[in-house]
Nanobody
Framework: QVQLVDSGGGSVQAGGSLRLSCAASGYKYPPCMTWFRQAPGKEREWVSTIYTGSGVTTYYAAVKGRFTISQDNAKNTLYLQMNSLKPEDTAIYYC??????????????????WGQGTQVTVSS
């Protein structure tokens, strides 16, 4: 059983930066870890994925070049560095893990484990 604990959210002005963390415990590092976000009244949206064995990363087009996903294997921690934040990035951000590399990384239904979420608010 994997436990995920999200942290690092907060309120910033447009153009600012935040770094989100997701501490994983209870299992060896899951092979696929992803950040999703959900804004009020909207569906949960895929943001970025890292395949922890290879280090391969993918990004939603709207955040590519501004966000960076990374992992610290020694700490079993996933990060999302968010730069040049925009008001439209405002959402609750969730880390998620799945036990296999198979299946669409962008579909929340494929994930076994979820963090509790951390709020990111970007003001203009």
């Amino acid at each position: 059983q994997v436990q995920l604990v999200d942290s690092g959210g907060g309120s910033v002005q447009a153009g600012g930066s935040l770094r989100l963390s997701c501490a994983a415990s209870g299992y060896k590092y899951p092979p696929c870890m992803t950040w999703f976000r959900q804004a009020p009244g909207k569906e949960r949206e895929w943001v970025s994925t890292i395949y922890t064995g290879s280090g391969v990363t993918t990004y939603y087009a709207a955040v590519k070049g501004r966000f960076t996903i990374s992992q610290d294997n020694a700490k079993n921690t996933l990060y999302l560095q968010m730069n040049s934040l925009k008001p439209e990035d405002t959402a609750i951000y969730y880390c998620a893990a799945k036990s296999t590399i198979f299946g669409s990384a962008g579909d929340p239904k494929n994930y076994n484990y979820w963090g509790q979420g951390t709020q990111v608010t970007v003001s203009s």
